[in-house]
């Protein structure tokens, strides 16, 4: 059974950054490559949201409110998906869920980002 564990959630002040990575476990490579990847947030109180994807064409896709802040990439090698987030605001902070679209649909457990000062 394929698992993704995100990692790199915390508590950072406005202007900080963090990095959030996404494994996929008992995955083979040439598996891993077909599918689209995407990180989502939920906010209390809100719907989930797309805030990053990336195809396998390694085509990207940004929320308004995330571009030129954040960054999706992928190490295929490593099976690993990132999002690296700069210049962090109070209006990120959310539960962060790593998310495989393709011959099969996989989610992550999330992890938690704050920001406050």
Not at 20 to 48: D, H, N
Not at 57 to 74: E, H, L, P, W
Not at 91 to 106: K, L, M, S
Request: charged share 20%.
């Amino acid at each position: 059974q394929v698992q993704l564990v995100e990692s790199g959630g915390g508590s950072v002040q406005p202007g900080g950054s963090l990095r959030l990575s996404c494994a996929a476990s008992r995955m083979i490579l040439s598996e891993f490559v077909r599918y689209t990847y995407g990180w989502y947030r939920q906010a209390p109180g809100k719907q989930r949201e797309l805030v990053a994807s990336l195809s396998s064409g390694a085509m990207t896709n940004y929320a308004d409110a995330v571009k030129g802040r954040f960054t999706i990439s992928k190490d295929n090698a490593r099976k690993r998906v990132y999002l690296a987030m700069n210049s962090l605001q109070p209006e990120d902070t959310a539960v962060y869920y790593c998310n495989f679209r393709g011959p099969n649909d996989f989610w992550g457990q999330g992890t938690q980002v704050t920001v406050s000062s």
